[in-house]
């Protein structure tokens, strides 16, 4: 670990830089101004008027995803430290791989929507982290980051420019496609010696609080993650009023199956972390499309259902039948309200709410995405199981010392819960 990480991530580093040099340009540079005649006036306004939206959607990738994984209870430098490093990683890695697919000439000219798409790339893996968080070490996370966002693009371009559906939310590219993937390599990466739990996999009190943290995060900002590319006009503006209520309904559907599917009634706060968000997963694909409000609550409670359902009965079934350790439950948050919206946008389409495709095409996408997905992961995972990237073991699961270094009252904290009946710790001598 010592000199093989940083020795890897200088190299990619260094490589990245290389490849912007010689493909990457502003664009706003003057040659590119001559060939479009355009202004520099008219560039520099359109990137101020989408930045609100860019800055929101960067909140959510560096702030929301990272503390929403801060639930395990000696996992928190991790879960918000290795998604930093994914994201700085792949934003980069995104901007060239989905740059050299958009773009037909020579370079690749950045605006602010390279930089939205870039943020989007480095979703999909931070989601697929999810699955396989605390089970994984940094240098896998790298080469994982690397070619999930390869694969991502190349399925983007096949959805988009191939089958021209429909998904500016992203609920196929991004959401079931990161959930999928995860899953896939969390199979592969299957352990054995986890199966009856690990006693680390488990939350306390604050880290339950700070993971909530990343939900207000991720809940407040979601109406710009599915308007930020949408056409400007009216069609922005449905995105983000679709997506606002169905948010809204999605947390009421959550809260009342929440206290349902639990003994007395109580409410499980891995749900109200997860479950009130997959509103916003559900109806990102139809999300700029002439649906109705209440058309996209439905959509929003539907989804809050089938995730709360999705934590309660099918994380333990995946667990002990289908041997898949889903540690963040991405399956239910991103997984299957991802599908959902795959078959929302379908019949939206066949309803008449979208010109832009056909329901043939949208059924397409969303089998091109879940298809892609866990080949993809698949491969992926046989490449992270060579047994050279330094993997933890099982017993150091979970475990932020493995790879950092950590307070020393943090590391005898078991020591303290023996004596918690204790007001005060004695001090140190």
């Not at 000219?109 to 790339?121: K, Q």
């Not at 995105?239 to 007395?264: D, E, G, K, P």
């Not at 046989?382 to 790879?403: R, T």
Request: a negative charge; charged letters at 15%.
């Amino acid at each position: 670990m010592r000199f093989k990480f940083p020795l890897m991530a200088i190299g990619v580093e260094v490589a990245m830089i290389v490849l912007f040099g010689l493909f990457v340009q502003y664009e706003t540079d003057h040659s590119i101004l001559q060939q479009t005649n355009s202004t520099k006036s008219t560039d520099v306004d359109r990137f101020l008027v989408l930045y609100p939206l860019f800055q929101d959607v960067h909140v959510m990738i560096f702030a929301g995803f990272g503390f929403l994984m801060t639930f395990l209870k000696k996992y928190a430098f991790s879960s918000v430290g290795i998604n930093l490093f994914i994201a700085a990683l792949g934003l980069q890695w995104g901007t060239l791989v989905c740059g050299v697919l958009n773009n037909h000439e020579e370079k690749i000219h950045i605006g602010i929507i390279n930089m939205i798409n870039a943020d989007f790339s480095t979703a999909t893996v931070l989601i697929s982290f999810g699955a396989v968080l605390g089970k994984i070490s940094p240098i896998q996370m790298l080469i994982m980051t690397l070619i999930e966002i390869t694969v991502f693009a190349g399925n983007e371009y096949l959805v988009v420019e191939i089958f021209k559906a429909s998904d500016i939310g992203a609920s196929m590219t991004i959401h079931a496609f990161g959930a999928y993937f995860g899953l896939a390599v969390a199979g592969i990466l299957y352990r054995p010696g986890l199966r009856r739990g690990h006693e680390n996999e488990e939350s306390v009190y604050h880290s339950d609080l700070f993971a909530m943290i990343g939900t207000l995060f991720l809940w407040i900002f979601w109406p710009s993650f599915n308007s930020a590319i949408a056409d400007a006009g009216d069609e922005q503006y449905r995105a983000i009023v679709n997506t606002y209520f169905s948010l809204a309904a999605c947390v009421l559907t959550a809260y009342a199956f929440s206290s349902l599917v639990q003994h007395r009634g109580k409410l499980d706060m891995v749900h109200i972390q997860n479950a009130t968000l997959a509103g916003g997963v559900a109806v990102g694909t139809c999300a700029d499309m002439e649906i109705h409000p209440y058309i996209s609550m439905i959509i929003g409670s539907v989804a809050g259902m089938v995730s709360v359902l999705g934590f309660r009965f099918l994380t333990p079934f995946f667990a002990t039948k289908l041997r898949i350790q889903d540690t963040c439950g991405v399956h239910n948050l991103h997984g299957l309200p991802g599908v959902v919206g795959g078959l929302a946008g379908i019949a939206a389409v066949a309803m008449g709410a979208s010109d832009k495709s056909t329901s043939a095409m949208q059924a397409a996408a969303l089998g091109s995405s879940i298809g892609t997905a866990v080949v993809g992961g698949l491969i992926t995972g046989l490449i992270l199981k060579i047994p050279i990237w330094g993997q933890p073991p099982d017993q150091n699961c979970y475990d932020d010392s493995v790879y950092w270094e950590v307070p020393r009252w943090r590391e005898h904290d078991n020591r303290f819960q023996e004596h918690g009946s204790q007001n005060q710790l004695e001090p140190e001598v």
